[in-house]
């Protein structure tokens, strides 16, 4: 079982070397909550801006969404999410174009996980 994703849960790439301004874009339950905070569920849209990998940069925006892995728990009819959960890999099978100040390209594949859930009370399978 693990902690479900509330209202202020915390988001970070699955690549350490890469780093990226991420925007919760998606809305919490405003009726289902855990420890008093609106639940988060699947397909939670965030944004992302200025991904970087060392001086390589992609102002971006990009959007994705975080898949839900519970199969048991629901609020407002969805599946919830948990610590774990991630996105696709972002930009697809393409991946991301990060550039250099000389020109040079790197293309990188990353997803977003959750790494906190911003609670500890509620957990789900």
Do not use: H, W
């Not at 991946?95 to 990353?110: D, K, M």
């Amino acid at each position: 079982m693990k902690e479900i994703a509330v209202n202020g849960f915390t988001l970070e790439t699955d690549d350490e070397l890469i780093s990226a301004l991420i925007t919760k874009t998606g809305v919490p339950s405003l009726k289902c909550k855990a420890d008093g905070k609106g639940i988060c569920k699947d397909g939670f849209m965030i944004s992302l801006a200025t991904i970087t990998k060392g001086a390589f940069v992609n102002s971006g925006p990009m959007v994705s969404s975080l898949n839900a892995t519970s199969t048991k728990v629901k609020a407002d009819g969805i599946f919830v999410l948990r610590v774990d959960d991630e996105t696709d890999t972002i930009g697809g099978i393409t991946g991301v174009i990060l550039t250099n100040p000389s020109g040079a390209t790197e293309i990188v594949y990353f997803k977003v996980k959750i790494t906190n859930a911003g609670q500890s009370v509620v957990k789900a399978n």
